[in-house]
C-alpha cells in the first residue's frame, strides 16, 4: 500500500521542487554576477565594446528554462554586481540596466517566434544587439543628448554582432551539455 505522506514516485513535493528552483537560479546569477566581476576587471579591447560574457548564462537559462528565468538572472546579475562593484544607480548602472532591459525584451521577443525560436547563438545576437541599442537610447536620454551619439551605432553593433556570436557558441556549448547531462530535467520556453 502506498504511503500517503510521501510524494508518488518521480514527483517532489511542491515545497522541495520550489526551493530547488529557488537554488537552481541563485546558482545562475552568482556565476552570471561573477562573470561579470571578471569582466569588469579586464580593460575593454575597444573602448566602449565588452564581451558580455555573462549574457552566456542568460542565453543559456533562456534556451533551457525559459524567458522567466533568463529574466531573474539577468536583472540579478545587473543589480548585484553593480552592489559588488560600488556602481549602483550610477551611469554604468543605467547604462547596464538599459541594455539588460532591452535585451530581454528582445529575447523575449524571439522566444515568441513559431517553431524551435532561434537558438543560442541567434538569441546571443539580438541581445548583444539590442543592448547596445538600449545603452545607446539611455545614454542620449541621461547623458548626452546629441544625435552624434547615434553615429557609434554601427560601430558599438558590429562589436556587439561579434561578440554575440562568440557568446553564443559558449551557450550553445553550455546548453548541449546541459541536455547530454540532464536529459530528463529540459523544460523548452513554450513547452
Known amino acids: 500500500m502506498p504511503s500517503t505522506t510521501e510524494p508518488a514516485a518521480g514527483r517532489q513535493p511542491p515545497a522541495l521542487a520550489a526551493l530547488r528552483r529557488d537554488a537552481h537560479l541563485a546558482w545562475l546569477a552568482a556565476f552570471a554576477v561573477a562573470l561579470h566581476m571578471l569582466e569588469a576587471a579586464l580593460p575593454p579591447i575597444v573602448p566602449g565594446i565588452k564581451p558580455g560574457l555573462a549574457n552566456v548564462v542568460s542565453v543559456a537559462a533562456l534556451c533551457l528554462w525559459g524567458w522567466r528565468t533568463a529574466a531573474v538572472v539577468s536583472l540579478l546579475r545587473v543589480l548585484v ?15 547596464s540596466l538599459g541594455g539588460a532591459l532591452a535585451a530581454l525584451a528582445a529575447l523575449g521577443a524571439g522566444a515568441a517566434l513559431p517553431g524551435r525560436g532561434l537558438g543560442p547563438v541567434g538569441y546571443s545576437v539580438v541581445a548583444a544587439l539590442a543592448h547596445i541599442g538600449g545603452q545607446l537610447v539611455v545614454a542620449y536620454a541621461l547623458f ?3 544625435a552624434g551619439l547615434f553615429v557609434l551605432a554601427p560601430v558599438l553593433g558590429l562589436g556587439a554582432a561579434a561578440t554575440g556570436t562568440f557568446n553564443g557558441l559558449a551557450a550553445y556549448l553550455l546548453v548541449r551539455e546541459w541536455d547530454t547531462e540532464n536529459p530528463e530535467a529540459n523544460v523548452r520556453p513554450g513547452a
Not at 81 to 95: D, E, H, K, R
Open 81 to 95: 554586481a553593480a552592489i559588488l562593484l560600488g556602481t549602483l544607480l550610477s551611469p554604468a548602472f543605467w547604462l
Open 144 to 146: 548626452v543628448q546629441h
